[in-house]
């Protein structure tokens, strides 16, 4: 029997990772998208933008490991500057082609977040770190570089996953990776993750919001938003309620951290 169940929730991983790349595909073969893009870039729930309301119109913001530039573009809709960062060349070429929209004015830059940042010190008032620092293995020297490319009075706005939800404690009691995705070097409980941010010269500004709901099948509902976005929005609020209901479910958390005015430690 517990050979069956390993292999039934091996299979799921599996089915999991192979949908949410169909529904990656889906949104630019549908016309959604004019490149391939996670639906949940294209839903209009207000909390997957939950940064904007800690942006000013006279910020200079740089979002870190930018990806297709979904953030960065929505971002620069609202402040003075705004530039993307990743390291990938085809994720920006995408981040160009969705920055070309009439509006939209980020700039793009290919750099390593495993490497000093290529800005000047104080050049930013906000840093976005979005579902980027569990990918990463020096991730106290990129929080040391983001301080110092931060202005004193500078915020670090970013997401990062939770370990201990019940689906991830279910994969790790059969013994199989309980990452929610393969890249991810680390994933975190809250102490953990402000453990780092704390030694990395930041503190917690007001209280983590959470995410999503944890479910085995969130990969079938990101297909669903490749086929009809209208669906997956009352889906994806469906996985916002619920998480609110079981905080210790959230698929993770956002911060909106403060630079501390002392220098990070070594």
């Not at 294209?42 to 904007?52: F, K, P, V």
Request: aromatic content about 8%; glycine content about 6%.
């Amino acid at each position: 029997m517990a050979s069956l169940t390993r292999a039934w929730l091996a299979f799921t991983v599996w089915l999991n990772a192979h949908l949410e790349s169909a529904a990656v595909r889906l949104t630019h073969i549908t016309g959604k998208s004019p490149v391939p893009l996670h639906p949940k870039h294209l839903s209009a729930n207000e909390s997957h933008w939950w940064y904007l309301t800690e942006l000013r119109p006279e910020n200079r913001l740089l979002d870190i490991g930018c990806g297709s530039g979904s953030h960065t573009s929505r971002a620069a809709e609202c402040v003075t500057h705004a530039a993307g960062m990743d390291y990938d060349r085809s994720a920006l070429r995408s981040a160009q082609q969705i920055a070309a929209a009439p509006g939209y004015k980020p700039a793009f830059v290919q750099a390593s977040a495993e490497a000093p940042l290529p800005f000047c010190g104080a050049a930013f008032d906000t840093v976005l770190l979005l579902d980027v620092i569990e990918h990463l293995h020096g991730r106290i020297p990129l929080l040391q570089e983001i301080h110092r490319v931060l202005r004193p009075d500078g915020h670090l706005l970013l997401s990062a996953p939770n370990r201990d939800t019940s689906w991830k404690r279910r994969l790790r009691s059969v013994g199989l990776d309980e990452y929610a995705d393969p890249d991810h070097k680390i994933e975190y409980n809250l102490d953990e993750l402000l453990g780092e941010l704390a030694v990395g010269g930041f503190e917690l500004q007001q209280e983590p919001q959470l995410t999503v709901y944890d479910t085995p099948w969130a990969a079938l509902i990101d297909l669903v938003g490749g086929l009809s976005l209208s669906l997956y929005r009352r889906l994806a609020m469906w996985k916002v309620r619920q998480a609110q209901a079981h905080p210790q479910e959230t698929t993770g958390w956002r911060l909106a951290c403060r630079r501390l005015p002392s220098s990070p430690a070594d």
